[in-house]
């Protein structure tokens, strides 16, 4: 058992606890935020993807160690005063998600995409989401809600 100090969703945070415990569960059983999904467990569905320090982190594999000192944000703190982000907003108004389970993961890692690239284009799009897997089919209503959500947050200028 270890201290690990970290920010989470803009409040710092010290939890001791096994520094090897992923962090999914961690941010699930420990602390409660839910919105983080286990999907496969490998890294491989993105239903688990978080920011660290700004860059979209698969939380089902990363010991809740190699988050000492960073910044950390769930699904849960990317909406800020009762209003959603931007690319939230494009998610629920282009239907981006159908039964949801792999829409926080697919929220934070278009995220950290827009993040990296403001002005995708709809193949650098596919591009960067590839590694989230959405079983539903909702993949056109996401690929749009990503491009809605670069206008958006380009104070819509495409």
């Given at each position: 058992m270890k201290p690990i100090a970290f920010t989470l969703n803009g409040v710092a945070r010290t939890l001791t606890l096994d520094e090897d415990r992923n962090l999914m569960w961690?941010?699930?059983?420990?602390?409660?935020?839910?919105?983080?999904?286990?999907?496969?467990?490998?890294?491989?569905?993105?239903?688990?993807?978080?920011?660290?320090?700004?860059?979209?982190?698969?939380?089902?594999?990363?010991?809740?160690?190699r988050v000492a000192g960073k910044k950390v944000v769930t699904i849960e703190g990317l909406a800020t005063d009762e209003h959603?982000?931007?690319?939230?907003?494009?998610?629920?108004e282009k239907l981006g998600y159908q039964c949801g389970f792999c829409t926080s993961g697919m929220i934070m890692g278009a995220h950290a995409l827009l993040a990296a690239n403001p002005k995708p284009t709809r193949e650098q799009i596919v591009q960067g989401m590839e590694r989230h897997l959405c079983r539903c089919g909702a993949h056109g209503r996401i690929i749009e809600a990503i491009e809605s959500a670069a206008v958006k947050l380009s104070g819509g200028k495409s």
């Open positions: 961690v941010l699930r059983d420990d602390l409660g935020l839910t919105g983080t999904k286990f999907g496969c467990g490998a890294a491989f569905c993105g239903a688990c993807t978080v920011l660290v320090d700004g860059k979209a982190t698969r939380a089902c594999i990363t010991p809740v160690s959603l982000h931007p690319v939230q907003e494009a998610f629920v």
